[in-house]
């Protein structure tokens, strides 16, 4: 009896080791996919306002002309539609120059999410 306690000792120890460390880097590996996600929507966009000479619509066009295989999901909020657009200063020229993540808090690095 006093081994098998000794052992959920250790084993309790261990996980209180392992724990935090895992929960860190899941978010560690969330805001690295999110900066992915930004860099290939920002490309994409990129793309299309040079093969055509407007920016896109919204971000579906940009899959619908298979400029994107999809829309990416936001992997903060875990959702596709939370992307804030940010137009071009003349309306003429299309409806999305930049995209941002829609997430609220702050990354590890202490910068906010909407501001990269």
């Known amino acids: 009896m006093i081994e098998l306690l000794v052992v959920m000792a250790i084993i309790a120890l261990l996980l209180t080791l392992a724990i935090p460390r895992y929960f860190g880097s899941l978010e560690r ?5 999110l ?3 930004l860099f290939q929507l920002r490309d994409a966009i990129g793309k299309y306002y040079g093969d055509k000479g407007k920016y896109p619509e919204s971000l579906e066009a940009l899959a619908s002309e298979k400029y994107l295989r999809k829309v990416p ?3 903060i909020t875990e959702s596709a539609t939370t992307w804030v657009i940010v137009g071009p200063e003349d ?3 299309g409806g999305v120059y930049d ?3 829609g997430a609220q808090g702050k990354a590890s690095d202490g910068s ?3 501001d990269w």
């Open 35 to 37: 900066r992915e996600d």
């Open 99 to 101: 995209v941002k993540s």
């Open 73 to 75: 999901v936001d992997p």
């Open 112 to 114: 906010t999410y909407g």
């Open 91 to 93: 309306p003429q020229k």
């Open 29 to 33: 590996s969330k805001e690295a996919v």
